[in-house]
């Protein structure tokens, strides 16, 4: 009898430490890191020129997943940051597109304007955002609530990045294009920390604004041929031309091609400029410091705006990466004389990948499609269908906005003219597939393109027509060569990496849903998921988990 009592208790102590061993202990900090517009295939592409402390570092000390998709088809930037914040798919989040049309009024509403809030230490009118049209909690909101102490912080060079990536509990930082300060605005506080005011105060961005885009290696060494402002010749390395900036600056609505503060979002300069408030914000808000685990997203923006203006194939956008590469290792050396061993958990992934560059002679099967030519000729059909007026109220992001207000006077059937024009749609050369809302709100597509698209419909803002475009084709738009939004591989196949001491380290090949990542890192955090996640645990970073 004493050697079954021995034994039991024996066992009981080794079913307690086996559990224990495999309950993780918290970490201090969880950082997301999220590269815009960054394809997969870059880390292959331009693997051998990284460095072995850079985005290698991550690769070969970490959890890296080399099939991680987004399974819908609006791939652009707001739509997958809220996948990446709340676990679920727009269907679920809500977050489309960062414009669409209010059924009720026909007016445009815009995912972060909110006329209620003013921007801080900024010129009237700027910086009037806030998180208010966000649907569901993130991240981020769940951990503010299950540790009142835990601190959230979300930093981008724009605006919409750094709103949906922080959500609604999240202190939140973008950069103001004009002035080149971080700015914020009152939804989020009374007033500008000091320690950001402090800051702003040093002008950082005006070191940067003459300098010039140097290679970062001989001309023989990128993988890329294809150049428009970088130039190998000694005396002209680097060199900006005037209608280079004069165009950047257009997009802010400034004329003068000296207004560089805007136009170094488009160069490398702009992620040096966030990584460097990023380890200024862990400084002093002394993220990672207690035993309550903090949340800091990172948006590197850059690498989007450099990619729609010079493509995939440029070697702007592969001179960003090796740039970037020398970004990630300088902050990873940080976070190692920060931080002790298992302290600090990061992600570095992507919000989608893009369309190869679209080149007007190029052999390979590709176009841009027109858009106003679209919405003329679809009013034109609709008139003849039914009544002549203006049937087109807007599009955004390949979905066409009917005046419903037109089709009720009339007294016509939503799902007919919806239907009608979907098929119409089909006729259209670059469009592959139509699908109404009322055809995605009423019926299931279990698979291939129609689960894509239907897992982007959002009844409440989502357009009455959805169509998508062929491989290869983008939106006609005179100051972009390259653009997401399909869904397609290049558009929804990104890098996902798990990094962290604590973690295991290994390469995994199967398909994951960039779902995933938020109850992923909730069960890191040992908090309960976002209210509207629907992805799982990925089991590779939390081993022995049910």
């Given at each position: 009898?004493?050697?079954?009592?021995?034994?039991?208790?024996?066992?009981?102590?080794?079913?307690?430490?086996?559990?224990?061993?495999?309950?993780?202990?918290?970490?201090?900090?969880?950082?997301?890191?999220?590269?815009?517009?960054?394809?997969?295939d870059y880390?292959?592409?331009?693997g051998?020129?990284f460095?072995?402390?850079?985005?290698?570092?991550?690769?070969?000390?970490g959890?890296y997943?080399?099939?991680a998709?987004y399974?819908y088809?609006?791939t652009?930037?707001?739509?997958?940051?809220a996948?990446?914040?709340?676990?679920?798919?727009?269907?679920?989040?809500?977050?489309?597109?960062?414009?669409?049309?209010?059924?009720?009024?026909?007016?445009q509403?815009?995912?972060?304007?909110?006329?209620?809030?003013?921007?801080?230490?900024?010129?009237?009118?700027?910086?009037?955002?806030?998180?208010?049209?966000?649907?569901?909690?993130?991240?981020?909101d769940?951990?503010?609530e299950?540790?009142s102490?835990s601190?959230?912080?979300?930093?981008?060079?724009?605006?919409?990045s750094?709103i949906?990536?922080?959500?609604?509990?999240?202190?939140?930082?973008?950069?103001?294009?004009?002035?080149?300060?971080?700015i914020?605005?009152?939804?989020?506080?009374?007033?500008?920390?000091?320690?950001v005011?402090?800051?702003?105060?040093?002008?950082?961005?005006?070191?940067?604004?003459?300098r010039?885009?140097?290679?970062?290696?001989?001309?023989t060494?990128?993988?890329?041929?294809?150049r428009?402002?970088?130039?190998?010749?000694?005396?002209?390395?680097?060199?900006?031309?005037?209608?280079?900036?004069?165009?950047?600056?257009?997009?802010?609505?400034?004329e003068?091609?000296s207004?560089?503060?805007?136009?170094?979002?488009?160069?490398?300069?702009?992620?040096?400029?966030?990584?460097?408030?990023?380890?200024?914000?862990?400084?002093?808000?002394?993220?990672?410091r207690?035993?309550?685990?903090?949340?800091?997203?990172?948006?590197?923006?850059?690498?989007?705006?450099?990619?729609?203006?010079?493509?995939?194939?440029?070697?702007?956008?592969?001179d960003?990466?090796?740039?970037?590469d020398t970004?990630?290792?300088?902050?990873?050396?940080?976070?190692?004389?920060q931080?002790?061993?298992?302290?600090?958990?990061?992600?570095?992934?992507?919000?989608?990948?893009?369309?190869?560059?679209?080149?007007?002679?190029?052999?390979?099967?590709?176009?841009?499609?027109?858009?106003?030519?679209?919405?003329?000729?679809?009013?034109g059909?609709?008139?003849?269908?039914?009544?002549?007026?203006?049937?087109?109220?807007?599009?955004?992001?390949?979905?066409?906005?009917?005046?419903?207000?037109?089709?009720?006077?009339?007294?016509?059937?939503?799902?007919?003219?919806?239907?009608?024009?979907?098929?119409?749609?089909?006729?259209?050369?670059?469009?592959?597939?139509?699908?109404?809302?009322?055809?995605?709100?009423?019926?299931?597509?279990?698979?291939?393109v129609?689960?894509?698209?239907?897992?982007?419909?959002?009844?409440?803002?989502?357009?009455?027509?959805?169509?998508?475009?062929?491989?290869?084709?983008?939106?006609?738009?005179?100051?972009k060569?390259?653009?997401?939004?399909?869904?397609?591989?290049?558009?929804?196949?990104?890098?996902?990496?798990?990094?962290?001491?604590?973690?295991?380290?290994?390469?995994?090949?199967?398909?994951?849903?960039?779902?995933?990542v938020?109850?992923?890192?909730?069960r890191?955090?040992?908090?309960?998921?976002?209210?509207?996640?629907?992805?799982?645990?990925?089991?590779?970073?939390i081993?022995?988990?049910?």
């Amino acid at each position: 009898m004493k050697s079954n009592i021995l034994s039991t208790i024996l066992l009981a102590l080794f079913c307690t430490g086996t559990a224990s061993a495999q309950q993780p202990t918290k970490p201090k900090l969880v950082i997301n890191i999220v590269i815009s517009q960054m394809r997969a295939d870059y880390l292959d592409r331009f693997g051998d020129n990284f460095s072995s402390d850079g985005f290698r570092r991550f690769i070969n000390h970490g959890v890296y997943y080399t099939n991680a998709h987004y399974d819908y088809m609006q791939t652009n930037t707001a739509a997958g940051l809220a996948t990446l914040t709340t676990g679920t798919n727009p269907s679920g989040h809500g977050v489309v597109s960062e414009n669409w049309i209010d059924f009720t009024t026909g007016k445009q509403i815009n995912l972060i304007a909110d006329s209620k809030v003013t921007g801080l230490e900024c010129d009237a009118g700027i910086g009037c955002y806030s998180p208010a049209n966000l649907t569901v909690a993130t991240l981020g909101d769940r951990l503010k609530e299950f540790d009142s102490q835990s601190k959230v912080i979300s930093i981008a060079a724009t605006p919409v990045s750094a709103i949906v990536g922080g959500g609604y509990s999240a202190d939140t930082y973008w950069l103001d294009a004009g002035r080149g300060h971080w700015i914020s605005s009152t939804y989020y506080f009374k007033q500008l920390p000091r320690w950001v005011t402090a800051y702003n105060a040093q002008n950082v961005f005006e070191q940067y604004m003459n300098r010039s885009w140097d290679p970062s290696k001989a001309e023989t060494a990128y993988k890329n041929s294809e150049r428009t402002v970088i130039d190998f010749t000694p005396e002209k390395q680097g060199f900006f031309s005037k209608p280079f900036f004069r165009k950047i600056g257009s997009l802010f609505k400034k004329e003068d091609y000296s207004f560089n503060a805007a136009a170094l979002l488009y160069t490398p300069y702009g992620n040096t400029l966030t990584s460097q408030f990023a380890r200024e914000a862990i400084i002093q808000e002394k993220l990672g410091r207690d035993d309550h685990t903090d949340l800091l997203t990172i948006v590197y923006d850059s690498p989007r705006l450099i990619g729609e203006q010079f493509g995939p194939r440029s070697m702007e956008v592969e001179d960003t990466y090796y740039k970037l590469d020398t970004e990630l290792s300088m902050f990873a050396d940080f976070l190692a004389a920060q931080f002790k061993n298992g302290e600090v958990i990061v992600v570095l992934t992507s919000d989608h990948g893009t369309s190869d560059t679209y080149k007007e002679d190029g052999r390979v099967p590709m176009g841009r499609f027109n858009v106003e030519q679209f919405k003329m000729i679809m009013n034109g059909f609709l008139s003849a269908q039914f009544e002549p007026a203006n049937w087109i109220i807007a599009y955004h992001d390949r979905q066409l906005y009917l005046n419903r207000s037109i089709i009720y006077s009339y007294g016509f059937n939503l799902a007919e003219v919806q239907t009608r024009a979907a098929t119409f749609a089909l006729q259209f050369r670059g469009v592959s597939d139509a699908l109404s809302s009322t055809s995605m709100q009423n019926g299931y597509f279990g698979g291939g393109v129609g689960q894509k698209m239907q897992n982007s419909f959002y009844p409440k803002r989502s357009g009455d027509i959805v169509i998508n475009l062929m491989p290869g084709w983008i939106e006609e738009d005179s100051t972009k060569v390259s653009t997401s939004g399909s869904l397609y591989d290049y558009d929804t196949h990104v890098p996902l990496i798990f990094y962290g001491t604590s973690l295991p380290v290994k390469k995994v090949y199967r398909n994951v849903s960039m779902t995933d990542v938020v109850p992923t890192l909730a069960r890191i955090m040992q908090i309960t998921v976002p209210n509207a996640a629907t992805g799982s645990v990925l089991t590779e970073v939390i081993p022995n988990q049910r």
